[in-house]
């Protein structure tokens, strides 16, 4: 066991709302009030958060930092079609067990010899412990392994819209109780709840019992004033001139017709590849040269084409 | 507390947020951590424990604020003309002469409360809402003691009459104000909504043209709960048991000891769907909303062939997956909709164009009246239609004693159908799409 004690004062709940936000300010993840009041809850009444939002505006990353300004390990699951409980949460370890078996057949004699009758065998069997179906021989997946962990953790389930709707079921007694059941040892329940994150993108409804055990985050696509300020923590050396103007630009693409909005996570690759190319200001080049970063659709591209000297010089004006 | 937070509740469930028992005590729990104290966090607090959707969470902002805003209340008029003594024992008069805002908004809401206000539903109520708010406040012993003393001949007494006619316009104007806010928040939402509800049920040939735009959403919504009740069956191919057999023949070279598994597993039919809709004139006041719904099951349904006519029949699949539906349906409309119908025409080309895109796995739907403008129904067409699909099913718009009547072919077309059903709301297409759907999982 290592042992990482929790370092901040954050691991038992007593951080108020303004110390979560300046917790999670200081690594870098500007939290709203909103944000932070839900990890605060979510601290206080172990709840799970189900965390929704359209891609790239730091859904995983809230996770994340919240595990680093906690001080505690993040455990992710990633979501997807077909997952199943022997892949979240646990999976005998079959080639020990059948190790296990041969062994046992090579000690039977030994373990049996005295005996007389085949009654006495069976006694005598029985008096071991059942080893075959024990804790040795399981193999802790991410849900198991969160709620073991000694001091607490962060559980980020990714992406849980795409996983099955039977697997979804099976979520409900982790993030109720923060227990599981397994058939043949017994339920095991978590020495200390983890935090918990739920991510969605909306590929399809959540179940209504799922979301009726979670508390509801949605975060929307930030305001230029927020987007400034998650850009400065992001990208720390960038002119303070540029940054204003690659925000406005960024928040007037927005506004126009696209199939899918720049997100927060490509205003800052953006801005990465802006000062890559040590660019001081916007100009109608620089924009047309870059904006493969900022969008990913061929059609939303022809679509801006033609304004985007129009965009620029809007942003630029300010 | 708990009172005012149950009234809370009942009216972010009139909103449409959906609160249950157990997220009631998940925010009384909530509010025991926030405290009262600061507005913001309660609200952030509240709003992450209630709603549950981006609309929800919309919704319930709004409900809020307008909730936990305390009525603004015009300041009371100034009687100084009222003699004090002749109306020491009103309460009510006492309230307005002497009272803040605030004390007659406490005094109103304690009022609106045993008037039950908060069962407000329609409109129409609103009058007697005000009525019964104020007589509890004791409007009605105020009202008689002003008659008194209009004729009473005592100092002061026409002077403190007038004053207090001016206090109870007053009142009845604050009174219809609080009503509004009211009614706002507990009975707009709901009235939207049992709006909706009758517009599900209606027959859909006497939709009016306001409702169009309910209608449409209404649809869009039938379709999203199509969608994901069965895009989700369609995926799950994978569950089952062990397959011995394949496990012991992958595991010979382990010596037969299964150190890899392999699991049974279960194929799940696509469905292949070919719709047909008419769109002609005797089927005018239905054909939109068949093509409404025929573009939100193109939505649901990854193979869905689809195609319309009045005489000669054409392929909209495309135009259903490429246009928006408000530019597609009118498009459709326009270049196919509103001729007389020849279902002989529509089946004779359908037989030569696209007869391969039905084989012993295609469900065929037909949605029209069956009226064929007395041309030669081409029954023998619609049998090798009958005898190539796995199933046919006729949607007619029209009720079933109608069948037959007229120029209708339907009694004999019926011959050639598994299901003939009349289909005339969108709760019937609902029903019918899902059974279609259903027996393919």
Redesign the interface.
Known sequence: MNDTTPTSAAGDNTAT?EEIIDGLGDIGYIAS??IA??I??AQ??S?P??V?GSAGVGKTELAVSAARWLGLPLIRMQCY??LDESKALYEWK??KQ?LYTQILKDKMGETLSGTKTLNDAMDRLHGFGDLFFSEQFLEPRPLLKALRQEHGAVLLIDEVDKS???FEAFLLEVLSAFQVSIPEIGTIQATKPPLVFLTSN?M??MGDAL??R?????IPLPDAKLEQRIVAARVPDIDEKLKRQLVAFVQLLREEELKKFPSISETIDWARVLMLLHAESLNVDLVRDTLNVLLKFEQDFAAVRRSIPEITRKATRE | MQQILEQFFHALRSADVNV?P??AI?AH??LE??GYGDR??MR??L???L????G??ERFERCFDAFFSRDEFDVPPSLDDADDDLLADQPLAQLVLHGTENDLAHAMEQAAAEAGVTNIRYMTQRGLMVRRILDGMGLREMQGRMFELRQSDAPGAAATAAALEQARDYLFDQARQFISRQFELYARPASAKLHEEILEERALSVVERRDFETMHRIVKRLA?RLA?RY??RR??T??GVLDVRRTLRRNMAHDG?P?ETVWKQTKIERPKIVVICDVSQSVAATARFLLMFLYSLNEVIATLKSYAFSASLSDISEILEEKSVEDAIPDILEKIGFRPTDYGQALADFDDEHADTVDRHTTVIILGDGRTNNTDPRLDLMRGLHNRAKAVIWLNPEPETFWGSGDSEMHRYRTFCHVAKTCNTILDLERIIDDVLKSYY
């Open positions: 709302v009030r909103r009041t839900a605060f809850i206080n009444l709840k958060i189900l929704e079609e077909g079959y080639g059948l099955d709707e039977e909306n399809r409804e979301k009726r979670c508390l509801h985050l949605f | 249950t157990a997220e998940d729990r909530t951590t926030v913001q966090l952030d607090a709003c992450v424990a709603a549950k959707t981006e929800e969470t999203k994901t895009n989700r995926k799950h994978k569950r000891i150190f």
